[in-house]
């Protein structure tokens, strides 16, 4: 007996649904078993040839703990990859497909007899073949006074306007995200559903903008309603991203007194906002926030001082602190991420 329509296989911790298409969308079907077994706290594995690419959407779901991009190798041999990071993939009959151990030593780095070892990619994974631009993946949070008057989605609208020149064209609880970009209808949603929490995809305009999406999830919290917002924005080959816009973005927020983090990377991207299971694109930082409420409790003195420049923007009594951190062109971004990191945690939490 089928479980739900889009499950194919139930194991005790793992819904896996098998997609044969050239691109995989988190679809209403998805979107659906999701919510039905919610409650069960089961992970999602999401698993195609090694053809099919996954929507922006999809893949920042699949990078949350407990999900997977499960890709089946082409040469007929019945071996799967992790899509994401290209690591070997074995089946497992609670937990679904897991990352492959070596024989008789489940350490990592453990060589088995041809070399590999558990940690080694997947050839397949190795192949690049499509000519990659560059995406600029912000994430913000956002967090608002629980107030009648509250309308959500201003983040979201300033994220695309600020990146694109025109606000988002549509939203939806799933792929595609037919309904027409309508704040005071997505406040009345998230209005109905909570206390439940509420995820919602938003898109660009389309035509000749700038291709843009981003998700978005609403939730409440002892402090109000927060906004957690993942932006992408894809450049072509020839194109350098708009880094500059980010402290505009940062200005922005901060000024409507909502912006509690910030922070932006890039990484190779197709110009499309797809993406292959092929080569891991890392993300590089360029660019972190605090916002007023964070950098006050921080101690903005002490957040001055840290190793990275940071910029005040926003309210002069109680600002946000903007830190710039490269181009993304070279790994030094993650040096400097980690440094600015170590210096703002709480003594004990710091980072190597």
Request: net charge negative; charged share 20%; hydrophobic share 35%.
């Amino acid at each position: 007996m089928t479980i739900h329509p889009a499950v194919d296989i139930a194991t005790d911790q793992t819904l896996l649904v098998y997609q044969d298409r050239p691109v995989v969308p988190f679809s209403s079907w998805l979107a659906d078993a999701l919510a039905t077994f919610a409650k069960e706290r089961r992970g999602l594995q999401v698993v195609t040839p090694t053809e099919s690419r996954i929507t922006f959407p999809l893949r920042t779901l699949l990078s949350r703990p407990q999900a997977r991009w499960v890709v089946e190798e082409p040469d007929g041999s019945g071996g799967h990859y992790d899509g994401l990071s290209g690591l070997p993939l074995v089946w497992d009959e609670s937990s679904g497909y897991v990352p492959k151990e070596t024989p008789n030593d489940p350490r990592p780095d453990a060589r088995a007899a041809d070399g590999t070892t558990a940690s080694t990619p997947a050839p397949t994974f190795l192949d690049q073949s499509a000519v990659l631009g560059s995406h600029l993946i912000i994430d913000v949070t956002v967090v608002h006074p629980a107030t009648d008057a509250l309308v959500l989605g201003a983040a979201a609208e300033a994220l695309t306007r600020t990146f694109t020149g025109t606000p988002p064209g549509g939203w939806g609880t799933s792929e595609p995200a037919l309904s027409s970009w309508d704040r005071t209808a997505l406040t009345d949603m998230c209005r109905h559903r909570a206390p439940q929490q509420t995820w919602l995809t938003f898109v660009g305009p389309g035509g000749d903008a700038r291709p843009s999406i981003g998700t978005q999830r609403v939730s409440r919290v002892v402090s109000g309603v927060k906004e957690k917002i993942t932006f992408a924005v894809a450049y072509a080959e020839d194109e350098e991203p708009a880094l500059h816009r980010l402290e505009d973005i940062v200005q922005d927020l901060a000024s409507q007194g909502t912006l509690q983090t910030l922070t932006a990377h890039r990484l190779p991207g197709r110009p499309d906002l797809t993406y292959e299971p092929h080569v891991p694109s890392v993300p590089t930082p360029v660019g972190l926030a605090l916002g007023p409420e964070p950098a006050a409790e921080t101690g903005l003195d002490h957040v001055l001082e840290s190793p990275a420049q940071g910029h005040l923007l926003g309210p002069r009594a109680q600002p946000a602190v903007w830190f710039p951190l490269g181009d993304g062109n070279t790994p030094e971004g993650w040096l400097r991420f980690v440094s600015l990191m170590n210096h703002l945690a709480p003594s004990g939490a710091r980072t190597t």
